[in-house]
């Protein structure tokens, strides 16, 4: 089984920083793409970053610039630093692993529990 540990979030003044850390772990093919998404109250989960095991990024516009994601493949763990925190941060952040086996023409897709960011002052 695949298990994807979150930690990090609290309560930030707008303005504040924050890291976020996920710790996987169990049968996690070596080539795959981890993300972090976003979901507030009442809206759709959004994507926020995603991170191949090669280290491509990629960025949702309203965080870019303010963001980073990293990872460390030899712990399975992936990070993402949060800086310039806006009040619109505010929501719960999930973990999330996945990758694809074309040749199978299956997919593999897990999150983790989630972890509250609350930006207000």
């Known amino acids: 089984q695949v298990q994807l540990v979150e930690s990090g979030g609290g309560l930030v003044q707008p303005g504040g920083s924050l890291r976020l850390s996920c710790a996987a772990s169990?049968?996690?093919?070596?080539?795959?793409?981890m993300g972090w998404y976003r979901q507030a109250p009442g809206k759709e989960r959004e994507l926020v970053a995603t991170i191949t095991s090669g280290d491509s990024t990629v960025y949702a516009d309203s965080v870019k610039g303010r963001f980073t994601i990293s990872r460390d493949n030899a712990k399975n763990t992936m990070y993402l630093q949060m800086n310039s925190l806006k009040p619109e941060d505010t929501a719960v952040y999930y973990c999330n692993v996945r990758w694809d086996r074309p040749y199978r023409s299956s997919k593999y897709d897990y999150w983790g529990q989630g972890t509250q960011v609350t930006v207000s002052s």
């Open positions: 169990g049968s996690i093919f070596s080539l795959n793409v």
